[in-house]
């Protein structure tokens, strides 16, 4: 069956600007997790929801970053006024229930020049 | 929040048993331990999960000692495609630990012809 999409694959832009990274769970899966991976290391977490409740955000590294799942299925993930060090492989996992194996996506590279 | 320490890097060559050995020394009695494979390009996956003595899938086979201080994740007969960064978790049973994967920096497996 369909696994984790994310899109878009691959982000450019320049400093300054807004991006917003979309995530499409496996249908069905009641919680969305999303976590930030440098290059070398492990995923680092940023947020999660079950069905449309933000449950934790303690991962967020600042206020211009922000999630949302406002029907409890698609999730987007916001960084405004982007900066350099926010260059990063972006994941998004999902899962049936909460506290149940995570199951990750493709991930969106973003680039910020 | 129970650390691990894994080798960073390992080699290996097609055809060999592979040992990756994980300390957790801080485990808490309810902790579970879980292992993530991730493929150059890919988000992590799931692949083995234990509590103690020994657990065998498809896939892998798990070892845990008495103490659970550490644990080894054995992988029969590796083939190049085994070559991936394989990361231990250490947490409560399906390795959420208030729904959020804690991962560290791996052990980057390299299988060789």
């Known amino acids: 069956g369909a696994g984790v999409s994310q899109s878009p694959r691959y982000k450019v832009t320049k400093r300054g600007q807004d991006v917003a990274l979309r995530c499409d769970p496996i249908?069905?899966?009641?919680?969305l997790y999303w976590y930030r991976q440098a290059l070398g290391q492990g995923p680092e977490f940023l947020t999660y929801?079950?069905?449309?409740?933000?449950?934790?955000k303690s991962g967020l590294p600042n206020d211009r970053f922000s999630a949302e799942r406002p029907e409890g299925s698609i999730s987007t993930l916001t960084i405004q006024r982007t900066e350099q060090r926010d260059s990063a492989m972006y994941r998004c996992a999902s899962s049936p229930k909460d506290r149940s194996t995570q199951y990750f996506g493709p991930g969106t590279r973003l680039t910020v020049l | 929040l129970a650390k691990t320490t894994q080798p960073i890097s390992m080699d290996s060559y097609e055809g060999q048993e592979v040992n990756i050995t994980c300390s957790h020394n801080n485990i808490a009695t309810n902790d579970y331990i879980t292992w993530y494979q991730q493929f150059p390009s890919q988000g992590p996956r799931f692949i083995i999960q234990?509590?103690?003595t020994k657990v065998t899938n498809e896939v892998a086979s798990l070892f845990i000692p008495a103490d659970r201080k550490s644990s080894t994740l054995s992988l029969p007969r590796v083939s190049l495609s085994d070559t991936a960064v394989y990361y231990c978790?250490?947490?409560?049973?399906?390795?959420?630990?208030?729904?959020?994967?804690?991962f560290g920096q791996g052990t980057e497996l390299s299988v060789k012809p």
């Open positions: 929801f079950n069905y449309e409740a933000q449950q934790d």
């Open positions: 249908s069905g899966h009641v919680s």
């Open positions: 978790l250490v947490g409560d049973r399906n390795n959420n630990q208030g729904g959020k994967l804690i």
């Open positions: 234990g509590y103690k």
